[in-house]
């Protein structure tokens, strides 16, 4: 029974001792997700390795993993930025983006698990910045916000795809102007619908007169060479026709004296 307490003690010393060094040595890495290993005593961080995937790890005790979501993520931001006669614009964009996950090992030792603040952000305001400053802000207002986007994206990506940053998107969300000058551009844009609205009613108009116009001139030429056509004998020829009928006519009596002047007789009235 003396012994006991003995033997005891330093197993249950060696198993607390095991289960501080399982604690601080086991790594749960969650869905999308990736860990970066650092080897305290053997070269810090390791570069030349795959990073470690989901699920359950075991490391040495004396040495870390950094975890790093590895998923598009968005981050959003908010600047003010010049256009190109010099006025202020509030602009809001967003980032879809995530890092290279072959090459997370590299983004930890050089730019840190703050890499988002340290580099993304900061190239976004400069590729921002240098694309509003090529455009009025009419332009920013109206037109040309689609080629802006893209512009923006592609002086960003430029820049992040050679820091381990795989840049899928910009997206910008709001272009805000000065008052007054927002103001003015909606005045002239309407009065450039309105002109528009007015050429086209006029064209139309000018349209429906042709069409009148070349209605009537085909009326005329037709009546043209209808008349062309009723020639003297044609005429008289009609008239001795019609005058048949009429004399045949049960509730008709006609008079008929005399001639005119081309032969046909002249109607002078009936009972």
Do not use: C
């Amino acid at each position: 029974m003396d012994k006991l307490p003995k033997i005891a003690l330093p197993a249950i010393f060696a198993l607390i001792v095991l289960v501080i060094l399982i604690s601080k040595s086991a790594v749960t890495i969650g869905s999308g997700e990736a860990g970066v290993l650092y080897k305290t005593f053997s070269g810090g961080v390791v570069t030349e390795e795959a990073p470690l995937g989901e699920g359950f790890h075991l490391v040495a005790p004396w040495n870390k993993v950094f975890i790093y979501e590895v998923r598009q993520q968005e981050v959003l931001e908010k600047m003010q930025v010049l256009s190109s006669n010099g006025l202020e614009i509030k602009l809001e964009a967003s980032a879809w983006f995530e890092p290279k996950r072959e090459f997370l090992g590299k983004l930890h030792q050089e730019k840190g698990t703050d890499y988002i603040q340290r580099v993304l952000l900061p190239t976004i305001r400069s590729a921002a910045r240098s694309v509003v400053g090529r455009y009025t802000p009419e332009q920013l207002y109206s037109s040309k916000r689609d080629a802006i986007q893209q512009e923006i994206y592609e002086e960003t990506q430029k820049i992040v795809d050679g820091q381990y940053i795989q840049l899928n998107e910009i997206l910008v969300r709001d272009v805000t102007l000065p008052p007054t000058i927002k103001e003015a551009i909606e005045r002239k844009l309407k009065q450039e619908q309105e002109s528009l609205e007015y050429e086209f009613r006029l064209v139309t108009a000018q349209k429906e007169a042709e069409k009148v116009r070349i209605e009537a001139q085909g009326k005329a030429d037709a009546n043209s060479i209808l008349s062309a056509s009723l020639t003297d004998k044609i005429l008289q020829d009609k008239g001795i026709d019609a005058t048949i009928k009429l004399s045949e006519s049960p509730n008709a009596k006609v008079i008929v004296i005399g001639s005119g002047e081309s032969g046909m007789p002249i109607i002078l009235g009936n009972q």
